[in-house]
């Protein structure tokens, strides 16, 4: 696929800065794959939009990532953690890390983070302008550590500081375990409420996760989408989450992924059959047209940057010109883009809710 095949104009007025007073507020676009008109509704009305299906979440949850540190020099750098490369004691591991000036920093450089709760020492370079971090805690472990001092990785688009709002609001409201650096945005809509809602209209939910790494928003640089490669991530399925699927598959009942890395984590992990064991691993698996789908068979996302993985994906699913067409609506009837925008339930026809 050529990368101007996922080109759009968006104004930057319509990238959401702030998240709305409630999640399910947010406008909701419903697109039957290769066919219009769209319908045009609000998250809150998701219950009502499908007959029973599953529904299926990511509830990896956003650790506060980005760190400010200061070098025994005097020097200021922020880092972004970005995985966990060993388990290391409870005090002490080695981290994947993005840095601000990078080229500047020498193995050995000690910084300090906080009121000195949390130190990292510079390690050798690693892959793709990644550096090894060494961190080390005092009287806690490092994830309690980086709790306390550390900030909300809020996306560059947004063009401000994590505040403290942002720290309920990047997060869903079903996040478990720490491990990603971005959210998994689709699930930022759903409150309590509207998860109870759901299971009154006899839906279903089941709960998988996948640490979401920058990978995944990394622009395209290549002319085509074959010459990009995907950063691995780390995902795991339990045992109610691969049952829930099988009984899914059973009851003929849709399997609705919420958010991509859902759809990448169930397309990654299943066998040709469409069946997705319990376990742990990584996929770097790119999602782009033609593809054919084994487990997902419908999704709720966001709207996405141009010339993205993500948007790829969207369009594998939906139809290359379906997509654009929505996406030229979206951005004529103000929709709101990206993180804390509005959303987008790409329902096949024959899951409409009788």
């Avoid at 922020?78 to 060993?86: D, K, N, T, Y």
């Avoid at 020498?106 to 060494?134: I, K, M, S, T």
């Avoid at 598959?249 to 040709?272: N, Q, S, Y």
Wanted: aromatic share 8%; proline share 6%; glycine share 8%.
């Amino acid at each position: 696929m050529r990368l101007d095949e996922l080109d759009f104009d968006l104004p930057q007025d319509r990238i959401a800065q702030r998240p709305l007073p409630r999640r399910e507020d947010a406008r909701l676009m419903v697109v039957e794959p290769g066919a219009s008109p769209f319908g045009h509704r609000k998250v809150q009305d998701l219950p009502d939009l499908l007959r029973p299906a599953l529904f299926v979440f990511n509830d990896s949850r956003v650790l506060p990532a980005r760190l400010q540190g200061t070098s025994e020099e005097g020097k200021t750098t922020e880092f972004l953690l970005v995985e966990a490369r060993e388990e290391g004691s409870s005090g002490e591991q080695t981290w994947l890390a993005m840095a601000r000036g990078l080229r500047s920093l020498r193995p050995g450089l000690l910084f300090r983070f906080g009121q000195g709760e949390l130190e990292g020492q510079v390690g050798e370079r690693a892959e793709e302008g990644l550096v090894l971090l060494q961190l080390r805690s005092k009287g806690m472990s490092i994830e309690e550590a980086v709790v306390r001092v550390g900030e909300m990785p809020l996306p560059p688009y947004m063009r401000r500081a994590a505040d403290a709002e942002d720290e309920e609001r990047y997060q869903t409201v079903y996040a478990r375990t720490y491990g990603s650096v971005a959210a998994p945005t689709a699930g930022l809509h759903f409150s309590p409420e509207l998860l109870a809602r759901l299971e009154e209209k006899g839906h279903r939910g089941a709960f998988l996760t996948l640490h979401v790494g920058p990978g995944t928003f990394r622009p395209v640089q290549s002319e085509t989408l074959e010459g990009h490669a995907m950063h691995s991530e780390r995902y795991t399925v339990s045992d109610a989450c691969a049952s829930a699927l099988a009984q899914a598959k059973d009851e003929g009942r849709p399997v609705i992924a919420v958010g991509t890395t859902v759809v990448r984590t169930l397309e990654g992990a299943c066998d040709e059959q469409g069946v997705v064991p319990a376990g742990s691993g990584r996929t770097s698996l790119m999602i782009s047209p033609p593809y054919r789908f084994r487990v997902v068979e419908g999704m709720m996302t966001n709207f996405h940057l141009p010339r993205s993985t993500l948007l790829a994906l969207v369009m594998a699913f939906a139809g290359i010109e379906t997509t654009r067409q929505a996406y030229a609506e979206a951005i004529a009837e103000n929709y709101r883009f990206y993180s804390y925008g509005d959303a987008m339930l790409l329902r096949p026809a024959a899951f409409r809710r009788p």
